[in-house]
């Protein structure tokens, strides 16, 4: 069964303060690995697509790694306003082409 | 460019009534659909997709429906509501399954 498991479930940063959120995969055949952000009572916001071992995306403070077990997260520098919930989410084939499977999320909070 | 719509963004139901949530997606044909549930604290669980009209198909077994009556519409209802029905509800589109989703603002339903 494909699966998603993120850690830590919450994290707390002062303003600056680096650290990195991690998505550890299950998957048969890993067609793609996806971060978005979600902000309270909204939809999540796509970040990233990552598709094979080695492959690193950046936007902003926020940079995601991907190797064949787990992707990473890192955010350098945070700021208050990167506060959010970010999932993690990978691609695996069903009936009819693909479907998102999604870990529970890392709730980040980034104190001023 | 293409727009994802979803509505009412929050709903109070009681027990035993009736559910209809609506998606529309603009600036796009064929799109594939997907209704997704968010509890507190849980990862997005995919309930149903569509590849086209008059193709639906479900995740998992449970007391919700989903129909496609047009191209760009899709729809969520239940016939009688449990409290277990409760949750964030969020429709997502995407052109082609190879790739990520785009979602919709989402519907909090509250079932008392």
């Known amino acids: 069964e494909d699966q998603v498991t993120q850690s830590p479930e919450a994290l707390r940063l002062q303003e600056g303060e680096s650290s990195s959120l991690n998505c550890s995969y299950t998957v048969s055949g890993l067609r793609g690995l996806f971060w978005y952000r979600q902000d309270p009572g909204k939809g999540p916001e796509f970040l990233f697509t990552l598709y094979s071992a080695g492959e690193e995306k950046e936007k902003e403070r926020l940079k995601a790694t991907l190797t064949k077990k787990e992707s990473f997260l890192h955010i350098t520098a945070p700021k208050p306003e990167d506060s959010a919930t970010y999932l993690c989410?990978?691609?695996?084939?069903?009936?009819?082409?693909?479907?998102?499977?999604f870990g529970a999320g890392t709730i980040l909070r980034v104190k001023s | 460019s293409q727009t994802i719509h979803q509505w009412p963004a929050t709903l109070v139901q009681p027990v035993g009534s009736p559910l209809s949530l609506e998606c529309t997606v603009e600036?796009?044909?064929?799109?594939?659909l997907y209704w997704y549930r968010q509890a507190a604290g849980r990862g997005l669980q995919l309930l149903f997709y569509s590849v086209g009209i008059g193709q639906i198909s479900s995740e998992v077994p449970q007391n919700l429906s989903a129909s496609r009556p047009q191209d760009r519409q899709f729809i969520l209802s239940s016939k009688k509501l449990l409290l277990s029905d409760s949750g964030f509800y969020l429709c997502?589109?995407?052109?082609?399954?190879?790739?990520?989703?785009?979602f919709g603002s989402g519907t909090r339903l509250t079932v008392v």
């Open positions: 989410a990978v691609l695996c084939a069903m009936e009819y082409g693909n479907k998102l499977v």
């Open positions: 600036g796009t044909s064929n799109p594939n």
């Open positions: 997502a589109w995407t052109r082609d399954t190879n790739y990520g989703y785009t």
